[in-house]
């Protein structure tokens, strides 16, 4: 009954309360979700030049930089011709915040926002609040092809601070019982001692559901197959924010009962794509954002930088903002699902997650922890590279790991750092998160990323 009356009762009245665009938003992302391919690069067309418009009459950096291109938003005819507006960069906006914020909008309709600085450079901009109204309309969107709806408790596994504090101990408030209904554990930092309690928790209030890092979900896991907990299930596991390899899914799945949802997203735009319940790729919010891949020289083949336009944020529009992830399209079949919105098949991780040659190739991170997928000697793995020609492997070990593991995987690894004179393997207890919260696969130091941009190859 509680359920009942939280989503169809407190949850509507506090959205026209203290969301008052939202439930515009979600009925026409109800519709516009299933709209055919067509109608929806028509509207997408029509957001995109309503946008533009917008940018270059009350934004002074944007009028400067379709000047400088000798084009103004009447050119831009088609999404491809997206292409002729320059790529925007992180420390563009660093350095330019306060020309890119709208002349004619005022300050009371929007909301400073900041990234939580993942690959050490957070970042300030400003959000409308009708455009809050409608990512978290999107968000329930999304949340809905999970089967999680406005009412239902679900556990919410999080490694940002910037959203959850310092504390691990999650406050059950009336709001939280009456309105939010998220059991959040805060996995920045944590002990055994509160993974117990947690469990205690997540037993006496049984949420069907989970939303988590994806690193914090299998670490969660891994507790409760150490400590022989069989009895905390979920329905959907909705992962995001960090990669989730596949035999982590798979273990996910066989330690929770339930199917995994993985999701992509960002501070600067809320969700950007997440799977719906046929899981042929992560359906992209496309009613929202226009997300291109750029292709980038010596990425893994149909592998490119991300690159997102958001059609509904006025306060401080990002056009063509390089997000810092590397990513694939799906180029496959229609979804069964019946939903137009494009799809990304793969997320590469962060530009930072790669390994990077002495003769400028990048390497996968991800890629190179799948060659270990199959082996339950290595429990989780991460690179260092200082410089061009030394990787250090740190691994934590699982059961039966010995000399015969570091052979194998120097083995594994060898066809692909070839030309790299030294790969050292070391093992460790632990392997800690960023200061975000996420895990990194790859940590690779700032003289080898900014030589590799002073050769041209970016």
Known sequence: MGEWIT?????????????????????????????????LEQLQMERLREQLIHAFRNISFYRRRFES?????????????????????????????????????????????????????????????????????????????????????????????????????????????????????????????DLAEYVALLRRFRPRFMLAYAQSAVMFAR???????????????????????????????????????????????SVIASECAYHTGMHINADALIVEIEPSPHAPQGTGKVIVTDLLNRSMPLIRYEIGDMASMSTGTPCPCGRSLPRISEISGRITDFLITPDQRRISGISLALLAGDMPEV???????????????????????????TEELRTRLEPYLRGMSNLSIETVDTIASEPSGKFRYVK??????????TAGHE
């Not at 989730?244 to 273990?251: I, M, S």
């Open 223 to 269: 507790y409760c197959e150490q400590e022989n907990i069989r009895d905390i299930h979920f329905e959907s596991i909705i992962t995001t924010a960090e990669m989730l390899l596949p035999e982590q899914r798979q273990f996910l799945e066989r330690i929770f009962k339930g199917k995994v949802f993985n999701r992509y997203g960002c501070r600067e735009f």
């Open 379 to 405: 429990r989780q793995m991460q690179f260092e590279q200082t410089d061009r020609w030394n990787i250090r492997l740190r691994v934590v070990p699982g059961r039966g790991f010995g000399h015969d593991t």
């Open 69 to 193: 291109e000798g084009i103004t938003p009447l050119d831009i005819r088609t999404l491809s011709d997206l292409r002729y507006i320059p790529i925007l960069t992180k420390k563009e906006i660093q350095d330019h915040a306060h020309e890119m914020v709208a002349q004619n909008q005022p300050a009371t309709a929007r909301i400073a926002n900041q990234t939580g600085g993942s690959t050490g450079s957070p970042l300030q901009f400003w959000v409308d609040r009708e455009r809050f109204d409608s990512r978290r309309a999107s968000t329930d969107r999304h949340n809905s092809w999970a089967g999680l709806h406005p009412g239902q408790w679900y556990a919410h596994l999080w490694g940002s601070r910037f959203d959850t504090g310092t504390s691990t101990r999650p406050a059950i408030t009336w709001r939280q019982r009456l309105l939010y209904r998220a059991l959040t554990l805060n996995t920045s930092l944590i002990s055994e001692q």
């Open 7 to 39: 989503g169809k009762v407190i949850y509507p009245l506090w959205t026209r309360r203290d969301h008052p665009h939202y439930l515009r938003h979600a009925k026409q992302f109800s519709k516009t979700q299933f709209l055919s391919t067509t109608e």
């Open 444 to 453: 690779t130091s700032a003289e080898v990323l900014g030589s590799c941009m």
